[in-house]
């Protein structure tokens, strides 16, 4: 196995701010693995997230020292266009990640600004729909769904992009035990 993620001291502070909001982070991920990161409210999961798709340093600016490794390539030197093709970001709030009219296009539009053939993209959604459980919804509107399957429709979106990592923001939060199971279950299925 071989490692996937290599975060090396990493110290990040959004500008203006004195205290780092991550400091002299280390953690090595290797290829196969899940990995669950748990911390109170402010503690920088979600800056940790965002410094592993490039969002840090490139568009959240600040104090970054260290270095993060994502399948060979330095984050901080890499676009954040190429970054994203590699690490899938679920956002915590994902809302505003979700406008779609209904779930197919949900899914299908990572891979339409991809430009990816149709039937690539429809092979995709007929791949995802199954595995996240969100066949009889196909054609309902996003924002007619229950709280779990919303996250489910977040996580497939991003699932259509094939990513190779993939990254979820606080992903069981607002869901009830049950809810939580499911998210949990595809992460393991995932892996
Ligand atoms: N865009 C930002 N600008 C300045 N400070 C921020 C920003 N986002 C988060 N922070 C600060 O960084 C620290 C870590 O926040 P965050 O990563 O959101 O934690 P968590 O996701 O664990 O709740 C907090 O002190 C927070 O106030
Ligand atoms: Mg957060």
Redesign the pocket.
């Known amino acids: 196995m071989s490692t996937a993620v290599s975060i090396e001291d990493l110290t990040f502070a959004?500008r203006g701010?004195e205290t780092p909001?991550l400091r002299g982070i280390r953690k090595e991920v290797q290829e196969g693995s899940l990995v669950v990161v748990m911390?109170h409210?402010?503690?920088?999961?979600?800056?940790l997230c965002a410094s592993l798709n490039g969002i840090i340093p490139h568009f959240?600016r600040g104090r970054y020292q260290g270095r993060v490794m994502v399948k060979g390539l330095d984050v901080a030197r890499t676009k954040v266009a190429e970054m994203s093709r590699r690490v899938g970001l679920v956002l915590q709030d994902f809302d505003p990640q979700l406008f779609s009219t209904n779930v197919e296009l949900e899914m299908a539009f990572g891979p339409e600004n991809l430009c990816l053939a149709r039937g690539e993209i429809k092979n995709r959604i007929e791949t995802y729909l199954p595995f996240l459980a969100l066949e009889s919804f196909r054609r309902r509107e996003p924002a007619s769904l229950s709280g779990g399957q919303e996250q489910r429709l977040a996580i497939s979106s991003v699932l259509t992009l094939e990513p190779e990592i993939l990254v979820m923001d606080e992903p069981t939060t607002d869901l009830d035990p049950q809810g939580r199971e499911e998210v949990l279950a595809i992460a393991r299925r995932l892996r």
């Open positions: 959004y701010q909001a911390g409210g402010g503690a920088g999961k979600s800056t959240f």
